[in-house]
């Protein structure tokens, strides 16, 4: 898994320009590579609210991210099949233990309809501010 995650850094921080990786991780232009996974009200531990106090929707285009200011908007994009989608983010996630295993972000279940199927689980995606 690591080699495939470092094959998809490089075409990652080739795309979203060379000058994003200088920027501090709490930045919202940047990028960031790792693993995506969706996330649904049905879901044990999902609250009726976000981190910032929205009423969660599944069918909003919204993110749980750490490190980047709520509201931010970012493009999401699928490394396996160049499929691509903007999110806003306004939660926090994914949890910690998740996210040392390579996950930055969750997406709503409508946001990862737009760049996968949710039966995939977990795909590998790239992250550029906007």
């Known amino acids: ?11 990652a921080a ?3 320009g060379s000058a ?11 990028h ?15 609250k009726k609210t976000t981190a910032n106090m929205e009423k969660f929707s599944d069918k909003k285009h919204t993110c749980a991210v750490w490190g980047l200011p709520f509201n ?3 493009r999401v994009t699928n490394l396996v099949n160049g499929k691509s989608v903007v999110v806003r983010v306004n939660d926090r996630g994914p949890a910690k233990r998740l996210a ?3 996950r930055i972000i969750d997406l709503t279940k409508a946001a990862f309809l737009e760049i996968a199927d949710p039966g995939e689980g977990l795909i590998p995606i790239k992250i550029c501010g906007l």
């Not at 994003?20 to 940047?30: H, I, K, L, W």
């Open 72 to 74: 931010s908007r970012v």
């Open 1 to 11: 898994m690591n080699r495939f995650m470092a094959a998809f850094a490089f075409i």
């Open 20 to 30: 994003a990786s200088a920027q501090p991780p709490d930045e919202p232009v940047g």
């Open 32 to 46: 960031r590579v790792g693993l995506a996974s969706w996330y649904s009200r049905t879901d044990p531990g999902v």
């Open 100 to 102: 040392r295993k390579g």
């Open 14 to 16: 080739v795309s979203c």
